[in-house]
């Protein structure tokens, strides 16, 4: 039996039918597209699969889209459009985090990075000026298979210090 769902995401209104056993990752990905979205480990192990949940970071792969209804999702695909830092908010420039993983070489294989950056942007929402101990925390539950940690941490913290010189 089909369950109805509607969910925001990106900013956009999604209603849809689903079985109650599909995960929001795969409702993300297959339903809608984004595959942005990465499927690492399946297990909530790795954090490939994190999105933000009402800006709160979220593994979705351990979460059945069902779960989700009502609530407002932002993927990688979503976080420049959302972004307000630059004056645009309409995707035309990179989120500040995004921005930090460019140009602190936060990116390396890229296989991690959707995830890490939505870790890293609900880590920045709720401090807006963490630690390096702190940072490490956040993101530990989040696996860079690179093992190029520092570059991600310089990156969160090259986007800590924009997001506060513009206000955020």
Same mark, same amino acid.
């Given at each position: 039996?089909?369950?109805?769902?509607?969910?925001?995401?990106?900013?956009?209104? *999604?209603?849809?039918?689903?079985?109650?056993?599909?995960?929001?990752? *795969?409702?993300?990905?297959?339903?809608?597209?984004?595959?942005?979205? *990465?499927?690492?480990?399946?297990?909530?192990?790795?954090?490939?699969?994190?999105?933000?949940?009402?800006?709160?970071?979220?593994?979705?792969?351990?979460?059945?889209? /069902?779960?989700?209804?009502?609530?407002?999702?932002?993927?990688?695909?979503?976080?420049?459009?959302?972004?307000?830092?630059?004056?645009?908010?309409?995707?035309?420039?990179?989120?500040?985090?995004?921005?930090?993983?460019?140009?602190?070489?936060?990116?390396?294989?890229?296989?991690?990075?959707?995830?890490?950056?939505?870790?890293?942007?609900?880590?920045?929402?709720?401090?807006?000026?963490?630690?390096?101990?702190?940072?490490?925390? /956040?993101?530990?539950?989040?696996?860079?298979?690179?093992?190029?940690?520092? *570059?991600?941490?310089?990156?969160?913290?090259?986007?800590?210090?924009?997001?506060?010189?513009?206000?955020?």
């Amino acid at each position: 039996m089909a369950l109805q769902i509607r969910l925001r995401v990106n900013g956009k209104e *999604h209603e849809s039918s689903v079985e109650p056993r599909l995960l929001l990752v *795969h409702y993300l990905r297959d339903t809608l597209g984004l595959t942005g979205t *990465h499927i690492g480990c399946e297990t909530s192990l790795c954090g490939a699969c994190t999105v933000l949940l009402d800006g709160k970071a979220v593994k979705s792969c351990t979460m059945l889209a /069902a779960q989700a209804s009502g609530a407002e999702i932002t993927t990688i695909e979503g976080l420049a459009a959302t972004c307000n830092s630059h004056g645009s908010g309409n995707g035309a420039s990179l989120h500040p985090v995004q921005e930090g993983f460019w140009e602190k070489h936060g990116l390396q294989c890229g296989y991690c990075t959707p995830g890490m950056i939505l870790t890293a942007t609900a880590l920045l929402n709720e401090n807006p000026d963490p630690s390096e101990t702190e940072i490490r925390t /956040a993101i530990s539950g989040n696996l860079c298979r690179c093992t190029g940690y520092q *570059h991600i941490v310089d990156a969160i913290q090259y986007a800590a210090k924009k997001m506060a010189a513009n206000g955020h």
